[in-house]
């Protein structure tokens, strides 16, 4: 058997490999700062296994042909940041109503607009939740380290073949951009899921008719299997149906394909969690590791770290029962303030919940992550 390989790699490069390991054969995308160098991998090592490279004129056609490339069968990908994702969401929210799976890397830098370009923000979670309008929901994952930035890519397309889904990998410009060993498992030991094709005649193929699981088996364009896949809303066999039970019944399996499974779906990690905690620390991302380090200096305060790998659907029942063990809540992230309001809703007040925020251009360090530990212990009398 072949043995695991252990590389230094940056952590856009880990994406890359990631991709490619998860089966991802074509990838559509823009140079933008600073996801650039997962294009710049993907254009010399996709062709060395078969896949396709296209570099597109805009973010608006690169996700347009993912959606395409995965419709026809192929695992595919895109990578960008801010502005390169705000021009997609449109698409998305196509590849949501029709149920077409396939990735989407937002390397976070600062912004608003052009920004601070080459500098790390993680202000893209409300963008990734609700960037689309309509009601709809997608999957969103957050690497805190270039491990999980392969780790977590392979888990992104697992999770968007499995549910018919988008999803985001939001990953930041400090992660994307460290470099550290990275251990890549042989390919039989990775869990790869493969799609779920029609097994029934072509005759009798209906492209949203779900399982009993609630997700549709995907037949590929250019096949035996002739369908049709609209942005309006529609009915089983594709074709549009304004029937407003027809919408319920399709908005509410649009939630409930993916909340109904939230066990395969939602990811976090827990360090130092056990027992009664004085403050329960909650972070993502490129802050986890500033945020263990504040942990382990807290002295008498017993601080856990809770890293919230999945960001949508939100880990409610995660944060809630770790928030319950806690006298107070911290969130630590390099934005205005996003995350901490999901927390606050999910602790509806049974807990005081304490934000700390950059928006700078800057990641946290430990002793600033420290020095408000201390400030919320000294306002809660701990």
Not at 70 to 96: C, D, H, R, W, Y
Not at 295 to 321: C, H, I, N, S, Y
């Amino acid at each position: 058997m072949e043995r695991s390989k252990r590389l230094f790699m940056q952590g856009n490069e880990a994406i890359a490999e990631g991709a490619i390991a998860a089966g991802a054969r074509f990838y559509a995308g823009y140079p933008i700062t600073p996801s650039s160098e997962i294009a710049e991998v993907c254009s010399r090592r996709l062709p060395e296994v078969g896949g396709i490279f296209v570099q597109m004129e805009d973010e608006i056609a690169s996700i347009a042909a993912v959606i395409g490339a995965s419709l026809a069968g192929v695992k595919a990908f895109t990578a960008t940041s801010g502005p390169g994702f705000s021009l997609m969401q449109e698409n998305i929210g196509l590849a949501v109503m029709g149920e077409v799976p396939c990735v989407v890397v937002n390397v976070q830098r600062s912004g608003p607009s052009t920004g601070l370009a080459t500098k790390v923000a993680q202000a893209d979670v409300m963008q990734a939740r609700w960037g689309r309008h309509g009601d709809q929901l997608l999957i969103a994952l957050s690497p805190a380290s270039v491990q999980e930035c392969f780790e977590l890519t392979v888990a992104a397309f697992n999770l968007a073949e499995r549910f018919r889904v988008p999803v985001v990998l939001l990953a930041d410009e400090i992660v994307a951009h460290l470099r550290e060993v990275v251990e890549l498992p042989p390919a039989e030991k990775l869990p790869i899921v493969a799609r779920r094709y029609p097994l029934c005649p072509p005759d009798e193929y209906l492209p949203f008719r779900p399982g009993a699981d609630g997700v549709p088996p995907l037949a590929a364009f250019g096949s035996e299997y002739v369908f049709h896949i609209t942005s309006s809303m529609h009915g089983e066999d594709g074709f549009s149906n304004n029937d407003p039970a027809n919408a319920a019944r399709k908005i509410a399996r649009l939630f409930t394909k993916i909340t109904s499974h939230r066990e395969e779906v939602v990811q976090v990690k827990g360090y130092g969690c056990d027992g009664t905690l004085d403050i329960l620390l909650v972070t993502f991302g490129c802050t986890v590791r500033p945020a263990r380090a504040a942990a382990a200096r807290a002295g008498k305060l017993k601080v856990g770290v809770l890293q919230l790998v999945t960001l949508w659907p939100f880990p409610d029942r995660e944060v809630k029962l770790l928030a319950r063990r806690a006298k107070a809540v911290v969130v630590a992230e390099l934005n205005y303030g996003q995350v901490v309001c999901e927390v606050e809703r999910v602790v509806g007040g049974e807990r005081p919940v304490y934000g700390l925020h950059k928006y700078n251009g800057e990641g946290f360090t430990p002793g600033e992550i420290a020095a408000r530990l201390e400030e919320v212990a000294g306002l809660c009398g701990l």
